[in-house]
C-alpha cells in the first residue's frame, strides 16, 4: 500500500444522485496520482466536535486533472456535512488508504450491492478484459448508466422495479453468467452469498468488505473480520479492513 497523504482538497463539483446519495468531485493531485480502485479515503470534517474521519470509497479518479471522485450515502452528520460543501470549499482528506483490486483473467464479473456499487466504477473503466457488471439495489437506481460504456450491464432491485426482481445473484443466475474472476463490493450478507457462489462455480473472486472504521490506518483494530491464517500483527487469526484490506481474496477470510 503506497504511503497515505493528508492534505487539503478543493471541492470541484457536489451533486445529488437521489434522495440520499451524494457526488462529490474533489481535486488533489498527489493523492489521486497514486490512487487505485477499491482504495478509500478518510475525510475530516471542519466541525471540531467530530473528530474521527469518514472512510469513502473511491468511484473514480482523474489523474490527468488531479481529481477524485467519491459517491456516498448520507449516514449521520459528518456525511450531512460533506453534502452541503460547494465548489471552492475545502475539506481535509487522508488517502489513498487500504489496498485495492488486484486484475486478473480474461473475463471479469464485476458485482455490485447498493452504497458497494461506487468502487466498481473506477475499475471496470480500468480491466483490459471482458466484463459483466451486475448491480443490486433495493429499489432506486443510480449510477448504472455510467456503467454502460465499460461492458454488459444487468440490475436487480428487490422490489423488481428495474432489472431482475430479487438480488445480485438471482441476477447472474437468470442471465447465465460465467467469468474467470469475481470483483465484488457491498454488504456483508451479499458478500457472503457471492464467496458461496465463487466456491460452488469454482472461481476466484476478490471482495471488497464494507465495515464502520475508527483511523482508517490499521492502528486502533476497530475494524476487523476473522481470516484463515493468523495475523502478523495480532497473532490472532483476524484481518484488519481499513490496512489489509478493504480488498480481500474470498478463500482468506470469514464472514
Not at 221 to 228: G, T, W, Y
Request: with cysteine; aromatic share 6%; proline share 5%.
Amino acid at each position: 500500500m503506497p504511503f497515505a497523504l493528508k492534505k487539503k482538497a478543493i471541492i470541484v463539483e457536489n451533486t445529488s444522485l437521489s434522495e440520499d446519495i451524494y457526488s462529490i468531485w474533489l481535486e488533489e493531485r498527489e493523492i489521486a496520482l497514486s490512487a487505485k480502485p477499491g482504495q478509500f479515503l478518510s475525510l475530516f470534517c471542519n466541525d471540531a466536535s467530530r473528530l474521527l474521519p469518514r472512510p469513502i470509497s473511491i468511484c473514480e479518479i482523474d489523474k490527468a486533472k488531479g481529481r477524485i471522485r467519491l459517491v456516498f450515502r448520507l449516514a449521520g452528520q459528518g456525511t450531512k456535512e460533506f453534502a452541503r460543501l460547494k465548489p471552492a470549499d475545502t475539506i481535509e482528506v487522508m488517502g489513498p488508504l487500504g489496498n485495492g483490486f488486484l486484475p486478473e483473467g480474461k473475463k471479469a464479473l464485476l458485482i455490485g450491492g447498493g452504497i458497494g456499487i461506487p468502487p466498481l466504477l473506477e475499475l471496470a473503466k480500468q480491466l483490459d478484459c471482458e466484463k459483466q457488471i451486475v448491480l443490486g439495489y433495493r429499489d432506486k437506481t443510480f449510477l448504472n448508466e455510467e456503467f454502460l460504456p465499460y461492458g454488459a450491464v444487468y440490475v436487480s432491485t428487490e422490489d423488481g422495479s428495474s432489472g431482475t426482481r430479487g438480488n445480485v445473484i438471482d441476477a447472474i443466475r437468470e442471465h447465465k453468467l460465467e467469468a474467470e474472476i469475481i470483483y465484488a463490493c457491498g454488504p456483508t450478507p451479499m458478500l457472503r452469498g457471492i464467496k458461496a457462489y465463487a466456491k460452488e462455480q469454482g472461481m476466484s473472486a476478490q471482495l471488497s468488505l464494507e465495515e464502520r472504521m475508527a483511523c482508517g490506518v490499521g492502528a486502533c483494530l476497530a475494524c476487523v473480520c476473522k481470516s484463515r491464517d493468523t495475523d502478523h500483527h495480532t497473532n490472532v487469526k483476524n484481518k484488519r479492513i481499513c490496512k489489509d484490506g478493504p480488498v480481500f481474496y474470498a478463500d482468506t477470510i470469514e464472514l
